[in-house]
């Protein structure tokens, strides 16, 4: 064996005892290692790296490269099966007992109302002919000798529906009751296809259509992939990105079968559990003091940003140098700062997951949480704390695990922490009327409640919508642990920081987190 390389290929769960030795005695030393465009990285206090551990990290880089590497995807043609990621396993076992709701698990949907002549035997074809470029949507969720795995086929029923008869008064409320049915109907993970498309004719020159896309296959891009290409199939169109991608959802779930298996996985959970030492719990105080296992309904709290376009938004996320996820991220840090009086906080950053460009245009669930941990001096200006925030975040994503992953380390050491979460959405669905397609128009579902058990959800989730004008605020949370009005407050108070942001965008942190003597932004629910 070349002293100076090691194929790590024959150690797929662990690597040579020198380079593991190696890694730790770096990891001993303060120095953080890294692969980045192939390439090893490492960041080290001043002289804690030694002429010896340096010239031993060269000597080993290719080695060290190819253990600390992120997955690695690449195409392997059509499959029977393919197993659910590590960190959706669990998922899988609640959604089989009921614990997660259809909230979860039928979340990603798309329905739309068109207007005009509909060729309903070609709509069908395009519903089909997604399958083609998207294998995953006619799997099925079973269990294979004791591992939950997708299995593929192609049995699809496209459900078509004709409500046209009657009168209006007798078929709206028909028809709502339908598509809602359609829509928010459990999915029977072991018999029916995970994808569940539909076409209803309401009148002659109206239909309602629509898919539901199970969560643990799609994401909101997926959702809106799949929409865009059931439509270009629909008018015939076959260019650009209508050919099929280059990896498949299967790709991913037997890549990072292994790769959760690999040491990289051990050293990134390492890299984490450091970065996240000594943390508390960074969400609101509950007004509650409830059992665990005590239930309650998910219920939700929305604003309008008074006073703001998304574009003045953008503006300043362009003017500090950030991006504009990472200005929204630093004004919730002040929300959440001000609201519990603690600078050193961690907020769970919802990723998309597809950093790869390979999964770009993929169908399949990738989002994931990443703990960001802030800590910023009340000195320190606001443009200095966004920007810190968009260098962490940029140097977590080099560093990629699975949240779940994370969430078991915790559990393994004994040691449980609960964190708010912020979702955001760049542009929300509805916002436009279907692009190219102007008879379209996006149509609303009831969602029925959703029971939840204090420990399943003590947590409050912030999601931020652009719309074509406005901003609007969201957060959800669990009714037997916050009053509504404290819901609300949370609210208005980024609501309030949020405009004196936009006015004063290089106050230092400790001003902008002080309470406004001005009284609170009135509440506009929606």
Not at 113 to 137: C, M, S
Not at 202 to 211: Q, Y
Not at 269 to 291: A, I, K, N
Not at 488 to 500: D, G, K
């Amino acid at each position: 064996m070349n002293s100076n390389s090691v194929d790590l290929l024959k150690f797929r769960h662990g690597v040579p005892g020198e380079i593991d030795a190696l890694l730790r005695e770096a990891r001993d030393c303060g120095v953080e290692l890294k692969v980045s465009a192939g390439k090893l990285r490492f960041d080290a206090p001043a002289g804690a790296m030694s002429d010896r551990l340096r010239a031993a990290l060269g000597q080993y880089r290719e080695a060290i490269v190819a253990a600390l590497r992120g997955p690695a995807f690449r195409a392997r043609g059509p499959v029977e099966t393919a197993p659910l990621v590590y960190h959706y396993r669990d998922l899988f076992k609640k959604l089989r007992t009921g614990e997660l709701g259809v909230e979860y698990a039928n979340s990603t949907h798309s329905v739309f109302r068109f207007t005009g002549h509909l060729n309903t035997k070609g709509l069908i074809a395009g519903i089909r002919a997604v399958l083609d470029r998207h294998p995953i949507l006619g799997a099925r969720a079973q269990i294979r000798g004791g591992v939950p795995v997708f299995v593929y086929s192609r049995d699809v029923n496209v459900y078509f529906s004709d409500e046209s008869h009657g009168t209006d008064a007798e078929r709206t409320p028909r028809v709502q009751a339908l598509i809602d049915d359609l829509v928010w109907r459990p999915f029977d993970l072991e018999r029916e296809t995970l994808f569940r498309p539909f076409v209803v004719k309401v009148a002659p020159l109206t239909h309602v259509m629509g898919f539901v896309i199970h969560h643990l296959i799609g994401d909101l891009i997926s959702i809106a992939l799949a929409t865009q290409d059931i439509f270009r199939g629909y008018a015939g169109l076959r260019t650009g990105s209508a050919e099929s991608p280059a990896l498949q959802y299967s790709d991913y779930l037997l890549e990072m079968e292994e790769w959760l298996l690999s040491v990289a996985l051990r050293y990134r959970l390492d890299y984490w559990m450091r970065r996240l030492l000594g943390v508390r719990d960074s969400c609101l105080e509950p007004d509650f003091t409830v059992s665990p296992d005590e239930g309650g309904t998910l219920r939700s709290e929305m604003l309008d940003l008074p006073g703001s376009r998304p574009d003045d938004l953008r503006e300043l996320a362009s003017r500090l140098g950030v991006t504009l996820f990472t200005l929204l991220l630093a004004i919730y840090y002040c929300t959440l700062r001000r609201q519990l009086d603690r600078s050193d906080l961690v907020i769970l950053m919802m990723h998309h997951g597809r950093d790869h460009p390979g999964l770009a245009k993929m169908v399949g669930s990738f989002q994931n949480q990443i703990p960001v941990r802030i800590a910023a001096a009340a000195e320190t200006g606001f443009s200095g704390l966004a920007q810190s925030i968009q260098e962490y975040c940029s140097s977590s994503s080099e560093q990629y695990v699975p949240y779940g992953n994370i969430r078991h380390e915790f559990f393994r050491t004994q040691t449980s922490h609960v964190f708010p979460e912020l979702n955001f959405v760049p542009l929300a669905a509805g916002a436009t009327r279907g692009g190219e397609h102007d008879a379209l128009k996006a149509e609303p579902t009831r969602q029925p409640p959703t029971r939840r058990t204090a420990g399943e959800h003590p947590y409050h989730v912030m999601d931020i919508a652009m719309l074509d004008s406005r901003v609007k605020l969201k957060c959800t949370y669990l009714d037997i642990l916050f009053r509504r009005d404290t819901i609300a407050r949370h609210l208005q108070v980024f609501a309030e920081i949020a405009l004196q942001v936009i006015s004063h965008p290089y106050s230092t942190v400790g001003t902008i987190c002080k309470p406004s003597l001005c009284s609170a932004v009135a509440g506009q629910g929606a």
